[in-house]
């Protein structure tokens, strides 16, 4: 079971971004029945929860990206975007996608997103 994060880059404030997070080794049921999620963890800092997406849809964000950020997934491709707006140099971080079934946690490698002022 593998979770590919893409999409990281470098960019300026203001700027945006699409992160990209594709399931591989596992049965489309079994995504579709996942709570998907983008953490982020930067420097010094625990990681932290950005954005989760419930298999039925419902969904939760952090305080501060609310307004500028958007999780999504694509069931049929079993993959997971966040498409990152008006992105702040405090949204620089270590960006990690994961995947929860019967509370068993499954994390991607993580894509690094830096943003500078």
């Known amino acids: 079971v593998q979770l590919q994060a893409s999409g990281g880059g470098s960019v300026q404030a203001g700027g945006s971004l699409k992160l990209s997070c594709k399931a591989s080794?596992?049965?489309?049921?079994?995504?579709?029945?996942?709570?998907v999620a983008w953490y982020r963890q930067a420097p010094g800092n625990e990681r932290e929860l950005v954005a989760e997406?419930?298999?039925?849809?419902?969904?939760n964000y952090q305080t501060s990206v609310r307004g500028r950020f958007t999780i999504s997934r694509d069931n049929a491709k079993k993959t997971v975007y966040l498409q990152m707006n008006s992105l702040e140099p405090e949204d620089t971080a270590v960006y990690y996608c994961?995947?929860?079934?019967?509370?068993?946690?499954?994390w991607g490698q993580g894509t690094q997103v830096t943003v500078s002022s």
């Open positions: 080794g596992i049965i489309w049921s079994t995504f579709v029945s996942s709570r």
């Open positions: 994961n995947r929860n079934l019967d509370s068993v946690d499954y």
């Open positions: 997406l419930g298999s039925r849809g419902s969904t």
